[in-house]
């Protein structure tokens, strides 16, 4: 673990303009190289808010991002984002076959300068558990899991530093789940020196599965005091 952190969030805050609500109280947080982070808490604290925060999908009202030590600045957001990758629950696909869906972001100007390779896709689909036909597939012929599972690929092949999974399993079947959590654990371990991981997750078995550093959130507030209670008190049994 290098002392700079890959991404930093600096006393970020979010709040409801139209309603007044403070969303994400003032948090500061450190994601390194080799973390693999999980976050669990009800419905409403604000795990989703903060994971897009971190993405910077959505613009804060106090505080900053930084990335390897140095502010975020505009221009560089997009960059930022394709090593900080958002996984949400419902992906959205594009019309057409599960290939079409892979190589739309190469049609992007900020991945102009990497390929479509359709034999990392494949092996990628084959870790997953799928047969050799799924990027031929239609996407409106895909079940939920296998959606996220193409949205996931989608995210893995442009080499990200950082995946934010916001319950990526949320409403899958258990092999669908088995699924995603294997190419997680396949892209984290291919280069753990690189990578780092937050899951948000209401199965608190699936957050221990995920992660080696587990964080709860509630009413805006990030909170690790729970689970450093707890290794207290096992260290002293």
Known sequence: MTDVPL????GI???DALRGQTLLQSTTFALHAGDRVAITGPSGSGKSVFLRSLALLDPLDAGRILWHGAAVERAAIPRY???????????????GSVEDNLRYPFELR??????????????LAAQAGRAADFLDKRASELSGGEAQITALIRVL????EV????????????????????????WFDADPGRHASMWVSHDPAQAARMSERHLTMR??????????????????Q
């Open 81 to 95: 984002r394709r090593n900080v990758a958002y996984i949400r629950q419902r992906p959205a696909l594009l019309d």
């Open 110 to 123: 900020s991945y102009r300068d990497s390929r479509f390779e359709r034999a990392r896709a494949a092996s």
């Open 13 to 15: 805050v979010r709040r």
């Open 157 to 160: 092949q442009l080499a990200p």
């Open 7 to 10: 991404v930093l969030a600096d």
């Open 219 to 236: 009413a805006g507030v990030l909170d690790e005091a729970a689970q450093a209670a707890s290794a207290h008190q096992e260290a002293g």
């Open 163 to 186: 995946l934010l999974l916001d319950e990526p399993t949320a409403s899958l079947d258990p092999e669908s789940s088995r699924a995603i959590e294997g190419l997680v654990h396949a």
